[in-house]
């Protein structure tokens, strides 16, 4: 089985995720990314309504032209054998090959194979879901041409790391356009976000937070605030964190410094790290009572179901504190080194927990691992 990606393209390719929030013509670059580490022709990013099933593209690359994407959006959507005979198998955070959701055989008699993959040329798919819910499903989609050969384990490996990421950006990116859409009463729709946001000045200063963000820094798990600034209580990610706010402040004029951009900061131990995104105000300006910062940072905390979810994941299976940790982690998106690294721990010694984590829950590869914790039923005893 292939490894993941390597360090430097994974933070790559979550920078542009985390841009994508504020920037949805963004995803087609992300998606042109992924493309060719994954071996994928054709690839997108679709909601679709649960009720008519029809679907809303959010970004398509491989150029399949107006035309087909209205096809499939208003059409072959309903008719999606994938998704129809995997339907038992759409929990968030699963990445599932096209084989396992149908068979060759349904696949190939069936309409949406016939006339529509056959014209894109996809006859191989893996598909990541984002979110699943009552009203609307969330996914992100891959194929490959007849000449090619399935998806298998580097590519599910590869895709999985993202996956996290993908789900957030687009929360975020939900959650603005709610805002946004309020006008002047945008304090009142700030207030009742879960989401965590502040206004800084161009010092790093805090003007502004929301009810959510002053939950967090009054907690002090990953962020804290200091002197009036908003710190990371990490010390590599209060550097990171830093550099990402003068940069946004500075509006591009700051030389090598970046405008704003996107981050994890680790918090305590068996605790997911939170995401956070910087950006200038320019971009999104959603309170009119902090008209004077020039800086907007979006932290947004793992949901506390996921986290019990999780620690009945990890009780179940008799897993200590730092296997737990490691674990955690993994699911969070990191490789083992970077999981390693903020554990103050080698990578070995990291590899060696894992083998043992592998031992106790009857999983045979990291990928296996990470899909167990995320579709893991409490209510049942097991993952589904």
């Known amino acids: 089985m292939g490894g993941g990606w ?8 979550i920078e542009a995720i985390y841009g994508s929030s504020t920037d949805p013509a963004r995803w087609v670059r992300f998606l042109e990314l992924v493309g060719p580490g994954v071996g994928s022709s054709a ?7 649960r009720e008519s099933r029809r679907a ?77 819910g009552p009203e609307r499903l969330e996914y992100m989609s891959f194929g490959r041409p007849h000449a090619s050969r399935p998806f298998g384990e580097s590519a599910r490996v590869k895709i999985r790391q993202l996956l996290p990421h993908v789900a957030q950006a687009l929360r975020i990116h939900a959650r603005l356009e709610g805002v946004e859409a309020r006008g002047r009463a945008a304090g009142e729709a700030l ?3 879960s989401l965590g946001v ?32 908003l710190v990371a209580r990490d010390s590599a990610s209060e550097v990171r964190l830093q550099r990402l706010v003068l940069g946004a402040a500075s509006g591009g004029a700051g030389g090598p410094l970046p405008l704003g951009g ?24 959603v309170l009119a009572e902090a008209s004077t910062a020039s800086v907007i940072v979006l932290v947004e905390v793992p949901h506390a179901r996921r986290a019990e ?38 990578e070995n010694t990291a ?26 039923d409490p209510g049942s005893g097991g993952a589904s």
């Open 309 to 346: 979810s999780f620690d009945a994941f990890a009780d179940s299976y008799g897993l200590s504190r730092s296997e737990a940790t490691l674990t955690q982690r993994l699911v969070a998106g990191m490789s083992l080194r970077q999981a390693a690294v903020l554990m103050g721990i080698r």
């Open 351 to 376: 590899r060696s927990h894992l083998k043992r984590v592998f031992h106790k829950t009857g999983a045979h590869r990291q990928g296996d691992l990470i899909r167990r914790a995320l579709t893991y």
């Open 191 to 193: 207030a009742g976000l």
């Open 6 to 13: 390597s360090e430097k393209v994974l933070k790559d390719l």
């Open 262 to 285: 996107a981050m994890t900061i680790p918090r305590e131990a068996g605790h997911a790290p939170l995401a956070a995104m910087v950006i200038p105000t320019r971009i999104t300006c």
């Open 56 to 132: 809303r593209t959010v970004a398509f690359h491989g150029d399949p032209g107006d035309a087909r994407i209205q096809e499939y959006e208003s059409y072959y959507s309903t008719r999606n054998v994938w998704l129809e005979n995997g339907a038992h198998l759409l929990a968030p955070g699963a990445v599932l090959i096209g084989e396992e959701m149908c068979s060759d055989e349904i696949l190939l008699r069936s309409e949406f194979y016939n006339d529509f993959l056959r014209r894109l040329d996809v006859r191989y798919s893996v598909r990541a879901v984002l979110a699943s």
């Open 198 to 229: 502040f206004f800084l000045d161009a010092r790093g200063r805090v003007i502004e937070m929301n009810a959510a963000g002053r939950r967090v820094v009054e907690s002090r798990d990953g962020l804290a605030i200091e002197r009036g600034a």
């Open 43 to 49: 690839s997108a990013i679709h909601i679709q309504a």
